[in-house]
């Protein structure tokens, strides 16, 4: 993983102050960029351009996958998460932590160690979504059984997957699971229970999220779907290793009695997550990496993977292990947790409370609404029009889809002109081609 | 040359007026389709859809296009030596055309009833061929027209309205 981790290049703000439309936990600095348009060239949604030797994302396109992040090596695209300080803010804290989170780190650090460190961080309780991964399965599988006509049930855990099909696959927005992710469960079923147990209100208790990757820190500042105020904040793994290292050597001389649950840490892989759901009646798909998702997507719009009763789709590499915000290796990291997975001991959950919750239709999302990006115009006339004055310049222009005019391919520029946003004299194959015949 | 046709109710008036008039596509797109090749088939369909998403071509009838074209396409690379699609767009419908080199469906009919294939080995290898494919496409089409017979280059073409009538 790119050092986007060290906490050196992490941008601090309190970013419930700049809640916009269409927000999203990554900044450019334009004083690092130097418009090598790297990151231009692996942005799924064509969401970056660069003008003027600047990189720029269109909000209304990005979906926080985190390629750019990953891939610029100048450190100019930086990804935000809160400040440990908002902590303050809260009488009672909770941490709700993501499962890759246990796969950072060496194999002498224990599961106990790495969770009773993020507790010494400052937080009054920790959960993981490891403990709900049964529960999950389980209503997953309900899902999927009342729901068969939508068949294929895509997993929406995901939020960099969620928003990609509300901007390029929005026919398949019917088939999302409609339910809450597993952080998000939690987070319900913590504020009742602490409210209850320590008598407080609901502004004194502060629930975050350990999460690894710049989609989560986005989905909990603006979160797709929601019925109920959820998260208070995201922290991500690399923002806080550094510290939790530290803290790590202090409490292994002191160990506490801390609950874990191994056996739940297949949420953080999209195979094993998979593997899971499959069952006599139910089969199951797991596809990671957001090319191969845009692929497999594509195959659902053509009905051809209808033979899957539920796809589990995740933006990264073999799933949240790969985010973009974590600082081991995804395939480390894999190894890591299924080592946990295979030696950990089956730890008894009581949910009869998460089971309440949930036939009372607590954890249910509203329909999520399509964001078409690659609609040229409302009217179809106007778009035909557009359409075809898009392929006009695409004639002119030389084919090469090198990306040295800032726009990701050659029809992409000529999308960009005709919508106004670019130029036929950005393209400097065409700029040469033509001051070499002037000469 | 056997001939199939079949054009779903509401559709006949608007059908017959445009094979007669044959009206200039505002977009039209071509692809090859080579024999067997299904690392490259879909490929025609799949910019027929980014097409229509740009057109911002309602979700249901995106889907149903994206079925039929995907369905066709597999089609001939799947039971001909090669072909090519054809799509001709307009602002109130898609007309696709796929027309192959042969061998020719012997018996049209035959071929229309859902579970009946002549898929080969290989293509069933690839995990095609499981007899959905015309029936689909009839499902999915606004109006079905097939020319072909034994030994003979076989022609589908296909019209979907954007709009209901
Ligand atoms: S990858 Fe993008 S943000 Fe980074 S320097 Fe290159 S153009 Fe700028
Ligand atoms: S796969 Fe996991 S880590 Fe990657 S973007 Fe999706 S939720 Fe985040």
């Given at each position: 993983m790119p050092d986007a981790g060290g906490t050196d290049h992490l941008f601090h703000t309190d970013m419930n102050d700049?809640?916009?439309?269409?927000?999203?936990?990554l900044?450019?600095?334009?004083?690092?960029c130097t418009g090598c348009t790297a990151c231009v060239k692996v942005c799924p949604t064509e969401a970056i351009r660069v003008r003027d030797r600047k990189a720029s994302i269109d909000p209304n396109r990005c979906i926080d996958c985190g390629n750019c992040v990953s891939i610029c090596q100048f450190h100019a695209i930086i990804?935000?998460?809160d400040s440990l300080e908002t902590l303050n803010k809260f009488k009672y804290r909770v941490a709700i932590i993501s499962s890759s989170y246990f796969g950072q780190f060496t194999e002498d650090i224990s599961y106990a160690v790495?969770?009773?460190a993020l507790l010494e961080l400052g937080f009054d309780e920790a959960a993981e979504e490891a403990m709900v991964t049964d529960f999950m399965i389980k209503i997953i599988r309900d899902y999927i059984r009342a729901n068969r006509d939508k068949r294929p049930i895509l997993s929406s855990n995901c939020p960099a997957v969620v928003r990609l099909i509300q901007v390029k696959y929005p026919a398949l927005l019917p088939n999302l699971f409609h339910l809450e992710a597993p952080m998000s469960i939690l987070t319900r079923y913590l504020r009742e229970k602490i409210r209850e147990e320590k008598q407080l209100n609901e502004d004194e208790i502060g629930i975050f999220l350990i999460v690894p990757c710049v989609a989560h820190v986005t989905a909990v500042h603006q979160p797709e779907g929601v019925y109920k105020h959820l998260q208070d904040g995201a922290f991500s793994i690399g923002m806080i290793y550094g510290k939790v290292r530290e803290l790590i050597k202090k409490v292994q001389n002191n160990p506490v009695e801390i609950d874990t649950y191994p056996k739940g840490l297949t949420w953080a892989l999209s195979g094993v997550q998979a593997e899971l759901v499959d069952c006599e009646d139910i089969r199951a798909l797991s596809v990671n990496g957001i090319e191969n998702v845009m692929d497999i997507l594509s195959r659902v719009e053509d009905h051809y993977l209808d033979q899957y009763d539920y796809i589990v789709l995740r933006s990264c590499t073999n799933g949240c292990v790969g985010g973009c915000l974590n600082v081991?290796?995804?395939?480390?990291?894999?190894?890591r947790i299924q080592k946990m997975?295979?030696?950990g001991e089956e730890q008894i959950i009581d949910i009869h409370n998460l089971e309440e919750l949930y036939h009372d239709g607590e954890f249910a999302v509203a329909p999520l609404t399509a964001r078409p990006i690659m609609e040229l115009d409302k009217d179809i006339k106007t778009a035909i029009k557009k359409m075809k004055k898009i392929n006009e310049f695409l004639t002119m222009l030389p084919g090469l889809n090198c990306s040295a005019c800032g726009s990701p391919t050659c029809y992409a520029l000529a999308e960009d002109i005709v919508l106004g946003k670019a130029t036929i004299d950005d393209c400097l194959v065409l700029l040469k081609r033509h001051s070499k015949e002037e000469d | 040359m056997a001939e199939y046709w079949n054009v779903s109710p509401g559709f006949e008036d608007a059908i017959t007026r445009y094979f007669t008039d044959v009206p200039e596509a505002e977009v039209?797109?071509?692809?090859?389709?080579p024999e067997k090749d299904f690392n490259s088939a879909g490929r025609g369909s799949a910019e027929v859809k980014n097409l229509l998403k740009r057109l911002g071509v309602d979700n249901d009838i995106l889907r149903r296009v994206a079925v039929a074209a995907y369905?066709?396409?597999i089609n001939v690379a799947a039971h001909s030596i090669g072909g090519k699609m054809t799509s001709h767009i307009y602002d109130d419908m898609i007309h696709i055309k796929f027309e192959d080199r042969g061998p020719g469906i012997a018996d049209i009919d035959q071929a229309m009833i859902p579970g009946f294939s002549t898929a080969d080995e290989l293509v069933r290898e690839f995990g095609f061929g499981a007899g959905l494919g015309l029936p689909n496409i009839l499902r999915n089409a606004d109006a079905l027209h097939i020319v072909s017979a034994k030994n003979c280059p076989t022609l589908v073409e296909l019209i979907i309205y954007f709009t209901p009538i």
């Amino acid at each position: 993983m790119p050092d986007a981790g060290g906490t050196d290049h992490l941008f601090h703000t309190d970013m419930n102050d700049e809640k916009k439309q269409y927000f999203h936990a990554l900044q450019i600095l334009a004083d690092n960029c130097t418009g090598c348009t790297a990151c231009v060239k692996v942005c799924p949604t064509e969401a970056i351009r660069v003008r003027d030797r600047k990189a720029s994302i269109d909000p209304n396109r990005c979906i926080d996958c985190g390629n750019c992040v990953s891939i610029c090596q100048f450190h100019a695209i930086i990804p935000r998460s809160d400040s440990l300080e908002t902590l303050n803010k809260f009488k009672y804290r909770v941490a709700i932590i993501s499962s890759s989170y246990f796969g950072q780190f060496t194999e002498d650090i224990s599961y106990a160690v790495a969770k009773q460190a993020l507790l010494e961080l400052g937080f009054d309780e920790a959960a993981e979504e490891a403990m709900v991964t049964d529960f999950m399965i389980k209503i997953i599988r309900d899902y999927i059984r009342a729901n068969r006509d939508k068949r294929p049930i895509l997993s929406s855990n995901c939020p960099a997957v969620v928003r990609l099909i509300q901007v390029k696959y929005p026919a398949l927005l019917p088939n999302l699971f409609h339910l809450e992710a597993p952080m998000s469960i939690l987070t319900r079923y913590l504020r009742e229970k602490i409210r209850e147990e320590k008598q407080l209100n609901e502004d004194e208790i502060g629930i975050f999220l350990i999460v690894p990757c710049v989609a989560h820190v986005t989905a909990v500042h603006q979160p797709e779907g929601v019925y109920k105020h959820l998260q208070d904040g995201a922290f991500s793994i690399g923002m806080i290793y550094g510290k939790v290292r530290e803290l790590i050597k202090k409490v292994q001389n002191n160990p506490v009695e801390i609950d874990t649950y191994p056996k739940g840490l297949t949420w953080a892989l999209s195979g094993v997550q998979a593997e899971l759901v499959d069952c006599e009646d139910i089969r199951a798909l797991s596809v990671n990496g957001i090319e191969n998702v845009m692929d497999i997507l594509s195959r659902v719009e053509d009905h051809y993977l209808d033979q899957y009763d539920y796809i589990v789709l995740r933006s990264c590499t073999n799933g949240c292990v790969g985010g973009c915000l974590n600082v081991e290796n995804p395939f480390v990291a894999m190894s890591r947790i299924q080592k946990m997975i295979k030696e950990g001991e089956e730890q008894i959950i009581d949910i009869h409370n998460l089971e309440e919750l949930y036939h009372d239709g607590e954890f249910a999302v509203a329909p999520l609404t399509a964001r078409p990006i690659m609609e040229l115009d409302k009217d179809i006339k106007t778009a035909i029009k557009k359409m075809k004055k898009i392929n006009e310049f695409l004639t002119m222009l030389p084919g090469l889809n090198c990306s040295a005019c800032g726009s990701p391919t050659c029809y992409a520029l000529a999308e960009d002109i005709v919508l106004g946003k670019a130029t036929i004299d950005d393209c400097l194959v065409l700029l040469k081609r033509h001051s070499k015949e002037e000469d | 040359m056997a001939e199939y046709w079949n054009v779903s109710p509401g559709f006949e008036d608007a059908i017959t007026r445009y094979f007669t008039d044959v009206p200039e596509a505002e977009v039209t797109l071509e692809s090859a389709i080579p024999e067997k090749d299904f690392n490259s088939a879909g490929r025609g369909s799949a910019e027929v859809k980014n097409l229509l998403k740009r057109l911002g071509v309602d979700n249901d009838i995106l889907r149903r296009v994206a079925v039929a074209a995907y369905e066709a396409e597999i089609n001939v690379a799947a039971h001909s030596i090669g072909g090519k699609m054809t799509s001709h767009i307009y602002d109130d419908m898609i007309h696709i055309k796929f027309e192959d080199r042969g061998p020719g469906i012997a018996d049209i009919d035959q071929a229309m009833i859902p579970g009946f294939s002549t898929a080969d080995e290989l293509v069933r290898e690839f995990g095609f061929g499981a007899g959905l494919g015309l029936p689909n496409i009839l499902r999915n089409a606004d109006a079905l027209h097939i020319v072909s017979a034994k030994n003979c280059p076989t022609l589908v073409e296909l019209i979907i309205y954007f709009t209901p009538i």
